[in-house]
């Protein structure tokens, strides 16, 4: 199985502050014939279901604010949050999906500082 | 829209069963698998396995080979998840989900289903 493996666990932030958390997998999801990390960035805030955020490492989902910014290749992904809100403060995840079963990260919560 | 509606909260006792269903609506359930994952409290995603909702084939990952089941009504577009033989560490909310039409990611979740197993 591909291990996910999310840092740091948790991270206290300031609003305005720029946040960024680290995602790596134990193998590369760079799928060679399409060019595309098969990686994706989820949202969980207390008491909801989580929401994807983006997709292929750097696609965000429609409605979803420019500050949140996916990046990476490989094994190596980044979410970055430009200027944290206070609306941000959640547990965030990495899931790859390039090969079964698919597999999560540990998650990063952001906590106001 | 794309709806997944699941049942309602549980509480068991350590050695029953029990069945959580996923009520699909606003897409043709069979176009697309529905997975399964769950988070026992206070911790991270665990992802389940899924069902090939053509086939009524399912997949389990490594921890939920025993036990668990993944079922359909298709008539009804439901996915069902059957818990066998409860025990108290299967106390976790449990989310059915489906991938996005493009998006590689999960993008549609249910609301998700709070089963507890308590003597």
């Known amino acids: 199985d591909i291990v996910m493996t999310q840092t740091p666990s948790s991270q206290a932030v300031s609003a305005g502050e720029k946040v960024t958390m680290s995602c790596k997998s134990s193998q590369s999801l760079l799928y060679s014939e399409n060019k595309k990390n098969y990686l994706a960035w989820y949202q969980q805030k207390p008491g909801q279901s989580p929401k994807l955020l983006i997709s292929?490492?750097?696609t965000r989902e429609s409605g979803v604010p420019d500050r949140f910014i996916g990046s990476g290749s490989g094994t190596d992904f980044t979410l970055t949050i430009s200027s944290v809100q206070a609306e941000d403060l959640a547990v965030y995840y990495c899931?790859?999906?390039?090969?079964?079963?698919?597999?999560f990260g540990g998650g990063t919560k952001l906590e106001l500082k | 829209q794309i709806q997944l509606v699941q049942s309602g909260p549980e509480l068991k006792k350590p050695g029953e069963s029990l069945k959580i269903s996923c009520k699909a609506s606003?897409?043709?359930?069979?176009?697309?698998?529905m997975q399964w994952v769950k988070q026992a409290p206070g911790k991270g995603l665990q992802y389940m396995g899924w069902i090939n909702t053509q086939t009524g084939k399912p997949t389990y990952a490594d921890d939920f080979k025993e036990r668990f089941v993944f079922s359909l009504e298709t008539s009804a577009s439901t996915a069902y998840l059957q818990i066998n033989n409860l025990k108290n560490e299967d106390t976790a909310t449990y989310f059915c989900?489906?991938?996005?039409?493009?998006?590689?990611?999960?993008?549609?979740w249910g609301q998700g289903t709070l089963v507890t197993v308590s003597s």
């Open positions: 989900a489906r991938r996005g039409t493009t998006t590689g990611g999960f993008a549609y």
């Open positions: 899931e790859q999906y390039y090969d079964t079963p698919w597999t």
């Open positions: 292929w490492a750097s």
């Open positions: 606003g897409y043709t359930f069979t176009d697309y698998a």
